[in-house]
C-alpha cells in the first residue's frame, strides 16, 4: 500500500514551452501533497504544500506564476513548470500524507521526474 | 525552530562490514524522525521512523536507528553492508512542540553510503 505515481519519468523540452508533471495516491487518499525539487548530489529542496481544493502554499524564493500547483482531487496534484528554461531543469519529486494517518506519519513520495530544458 | 544535520557527505564501508550514517537533530519540543534512502533517478524510499517508545527503531532491508536524546542523535546502522545498500540516504526531522508547530519534516542534506565488495 502507500504508492505514489508520477507522470512523465521523464521529459525534455525546448526553451519557453510548458510542461505539466502529475503526481497521484494510487491506494490512498491524500489530504496534503508536497512538491519538491532535488539538484544533483543534494537534499530535497520543498517547493510548496499542496492541499486539496485550496490554493497552494510555496516556499520564500518560490514563483508562484512559475511553478502553478493544481490539487484538484484526494488522489491527484500536478505541477505545471510554465516557460520552462535551462535552469528549470531539476529532478521534481512529490510526495503525499495519507488522509487516514495524517497525524505524523512518513510522507509517501513518488518515484520523481527528470526534467531537462533544451 | 528544527534543524537536521547529516556531517557526512560520504561513508564508505566494505561489505560485510557494520555500517553507521550519523544524523543530529534539533527540536523545540519532541522529535518524530526518519530515514529515507534514494538510488538513482528514484524517489526516496521509507526505512523507518521513531515517533516515541524503545529508542532502537528497526527498518526495511535489515536497517536500524538509535533514538539518542541526550545526544540529539538518531544513526542509522546496519550490522552487515551488502553491496546493494549503496545509495544516498536522508534523515528528517519534525518537531511537535507544545503548541503549534509545522508537520512539515526537514531533511538533511543527504549521506551518499558506499559499500565497497
Known amino acids: 500500500g502507500a504508492v505514489v505515481s508520477q507522470h512523465p519519468s521523464w521529459v525534455i523540452c525546448k526553451s519557453g514551452t510548458s510542461v505539466k508533471i502529475e503526481c497521484r495516491s494510487l491506494?490512498?487518499?491524500?489530504?496534503?501533497m508536497f512538491w519538491y525539487r532535488q539538484f544533483p548530489k543534494q537534499s530535497l529542496m520543498l517547493m510548496a504544500t499542496?492541499?486539496?481544493?485550496?490554493?497552494?502554499?510555496?516556499e520564500q524564493g518560490v514563483e508562484k506564476d512559475k511553478f502553478l500547483i493544481n490539487h484538484a482531487s484526494l488522489t491527484l496534484s500536478t505541477l505545471t513548470v510554465t516557460s520552462a528554461h535551462p535552469e528549470d531543469s531539476s529532478f521534481y519529486i512529490c510526495?503525499?500524507?495519507?488522509?487516514?494517518?495524517?497525524?505524523?506519519?512518513?510522507?509517501?513520495f513518488g518515484p520523481g521526474t527528470r526534467l531537462t530544458v533544451l | 525552530a528544527q534543524s537536521v544535520a547529516q556531517p557526512e557527505d560520504q561513508v564508505n564501508v566494505a561489505e560485510g562490514n557494520p555500517l553507521t550514517v550519523k544524523c543530529t537533530y534539533s527540536?523545540?519540543?519532541?522529535?518524530?524522525l526518519f530515514w529515507y534512502v534514494q538510488y538513482p533517478n528514484r524517489g526516496l524510499q521509507f526505512l523507518l521512523k521513531?515517533?516515541?517508545?524503545?529508542?532502537l527503531v528497526k527498518g526495511s532491508y535489515g536497517f536500524e536507528a538509535e533514538f539518542n536524546k541526550s545526544q540529539t542523535s538518531f544513526h542509522l546502522k546496519k550490522p552487515s553492508a551488502l553491496v546493494s545498500d549503496s545509495a544516498l540516504y536522508f534523515c528528517?526531522?519534525?518537531?511537535?512542540?507544545?503548541?503549534?508547530?509545522?508537520?512539515?519534516?526537514?531533511f538533511g542534506r543527504g549521506t551518499s553510503l558506499i559499500v565497497h565488495p
Open positions: 510526495s503525499a500524507r495519507d488522509r487516514r494517518t495524517s497525524g505524523y506519519n512518513e510522507q509517501f
Open positions: 491506494d490512498f487518499q491524500a489530504t496534503t
Open positions: 499542496s492541499n486539496e481544493g485550496s490554493k497552494a502554499t510555496y
Open positions: 527540536v523545540s519540543g519532541n522529535p518524530y
Open positions: 521513531y515517533i516515541t517508545g524503545d529508542n
Open positions: 528528517a526531522v519534525r518537531d511537535i512542540p507544545l503548541t503549534g508547530g509545522s508537520y512539515i519534516p526537514t
